[in-house]
């Protein structure tokens, strides 16, 4: 393989929470050329510049130049590229808070997983975001993610299937509720009952518009903050492991260094040391 037929890139600042990067990277790939069975950690979406090539998820489907498709967390695929005419691909690996509810308006997910544009045209705005990311992956962190937005957004604009907003619902005002609570909060010993109340709802009917809306229960995403807020301050700071372990809400820093190391899968003195 041609070096210039490969790109790819690791993104590794914790700072973003709305929507943040992984990895993302550009390929023109071999006949039969395949990746999987795999489950991904975050959402994986890929558009094909060239050619044609297959993904196997619950069923199997065929994505041609100008298409794309996604996979969602924990969602067990395969795919590889035509015999005859190969696919040449770009993707972005990507999650983040707002990242559902987007991929909902876009009208893309794991029982619709295929991108379709508008236009070409559109389709073109959308392969140009996602080559800029490409491109520039060593450029400075805030550009990357502002470009990122742009990408997510661009992919809502353009997809044939997205779904037109009606107004505000009611659950957006629960969840932005519930996330200016956590945002405040987050450091203090707080429980999901206590997020509830605060939002006036039922535990149970709280976590099911939680769960729906962002994607996580909100146990998994109250963790998930915390452990995004610790890494920050251990990239950005020289304060010990067991002072952050208190701002995140650990009293007892082994406890602290078992949930980090559940989500980054090192210790939090490793990810300071890499």
């Known amino acids: 393989m041609d070096k ?6 690791v993104f590794s600042d914790e700072r973003f929470v709305d929507l943040n990067l992984y990895q993302f990277g550009y390929e023109k790939c071999e ?9 991904r950690n975050h959402y994986l979406f890929h558009y094909v510049i060239s050619g044609k090539g297959y993904l196997r998820a619950d069923g ?4 041609t130049a100008g298409h794309g498709f996604l996979i969602e967390p924990n969602q067990v695929t395969t795919y590889f590229a035509d015999e005859n005419d190969p696919w040449e691909y770009a993707w972005v690996e990507f999650d983040g808070l707002r990242v559902r509810e987007s991929l909902q308006l876009a009208g893309i997910s794991a029982n619709q997983p295929i991108y379709t544009p508008v236009s070409v045209k559109e389709g073109a705005l959308l392969l140009n975001e996602i080559m800029y990311i490409v491109d520039n992956g060593t450029s400075r962190p805030m550009s990357i993610i502002g470009h990122a937005f742009i990408f997510l957004d661009q992919l809502i604009h353009s997809s044939a299937t997205k779904m037109q907003r009606t107004g505000k619902r009611l659950r957006d005002f629960y969840m932005k509720e519930a996330l200016s609570f956590i945002e ?3 450091q203090n010993d707080i429980s999901i009952e206590d997020i509830a109340v605060f939002c006036g709802l039922n535990r149970n009917y709280f976590g099911k ?13 109250l963790l998930s903050y ?7 301050l ?4 020289t304060l010990s492991i067991a002072a952050i372990s208190v701002m995140v809400s650990y009293q ?5 260094s078992r949930a980090f190391k559940n989500i980054y899968g090192c210790s939090p003195r490793q990810y300071r040391q890499s």
């Open 234 to 237: 251990l990239k950005e700071t």
């Open 226 to 232: 915390r452990m995004a807020k610790a890494a920050q």
């Open 60 to 63: 199997e489907y065929e994505i």
């Open 184 to 186: 405040q909060n987050y």
């Open 252 to 256: 007892n820093p082994l406890h602290f």
């Open 4 to 9: 210039n037929d490969l790109k790819f890139h």
């Open 31 to 39: 006949p039969l050329h395949s990746y999987g069975p795999y489950a």
């Open 209 to 221: 518009i939680f769960r729906s809306t962002m994607g996580k229960t909100p146990q998994e995403f």
